[in-house]
């Protein structure tokens, strides 16, 4: 069975300042990953994803990630953060043979200090 | 504008109360989904549905039932069985496969 770790369940940091969210997973199979962004009292919305190809993925609003299949590992990293980057971020994955389940890590809330 | 809404926002019920939750999606999608989010604790899943008229029980099932009559709507009944209702409920639909989830806004249940 899958299961996705996220390391840290809080990270404080500075406006402007670089952050890195971590990700590590666990699966037999080959797998899918993502990272969602979830504000107060809102659904989760995706900020990017890894199905194939390059390890590097672009997301939106200025995320990057990159999927390391030895370490199994999907960090999420940004090189300049924003007040509004304030919010929890969920690492995701789905296995190839699980028709779509996905599981979700418990979360890292990333809080940005002016 | 394509999207998943949740209905209500804020649900009230008082403890040993069937309440039924709404998810309606317009994007067309084959599967839907329903977690529960409890602080700290991540997503987890409770019910899914792949097809009209199928569903499957998630980690954390009981106490809960769901209906799909129609590929738009899968509304989620918390029973009075489930022993702790209080909590942020989220539905989410995605293309059959291994595609990212939409989710709605989500529906805040507090049972007094």
Redesign the interface.
């Known amino acids: 069975a899958q299961s996705v770790t996220q390391l840290d369940s809080q990270v404080p940091v500075f406006e402007e300042a670089p952050v890195e969210l971590r990700c590590n997973y666990s699966s037999s199979v080959s797998v899918y990953l993502f990272w969602y962004v979830q504000y107060p009292n809102q659904g989760l919305q995706l900020l990017l994803k890894y199905l194939s190809g390059s390890t590097l993925v672009k997301g939106i609003n200025g995320f990057e990630a990159e999927f390391n299949k030895s370490q199994t590992s999907f960090h999420l990293r940004k090189p300049s953060v924003h007040i509004s980057d304030t919010a929890e971020y969920f690492c995701a994955v789905i296995e190839f043979t699980n028709a779509g389940k996905s599981t979700f890590g418990d979360g890292t809330t990333l809080t940005v200090k002016p | 504008d394509g999207g ?1 809404t ?1 209905s209500p926002k804020y649900l009230f019920r008082k403890e040993g109360q069937n309440v039924t939750l709404s998810c309606e999606q317009n994007l067309n999608h084959d ?1 839907m ?1 329903w ?1 529960r989010q409890d602080p ?4 987890r ?1 409770i019910y ?1 549905s ?1 097809i009209v008229n199928d569903f499957q029980k ?1 980690d954390i099932a009981e106490g809960y039932s769901v209906s799909r009559e129609k590929k738009e709507s899968f509304p989620l009944t918390v029973t009075s069985a489930q022993k702790n209702p209080t909590a ?1 409920y ?1 539905c ?1 639909s ?13 529906t ?1 249940l507090t049972v007094v």
């Open positions: 998943i949740q599967a989904y977690y700290g604790q991540g997503l899943l899914y792949q998630g942020f989220l989410a995605s293309w059959t496969g291994n595609t990212e989830a939409f989710f709605g806004q989500g805040r």
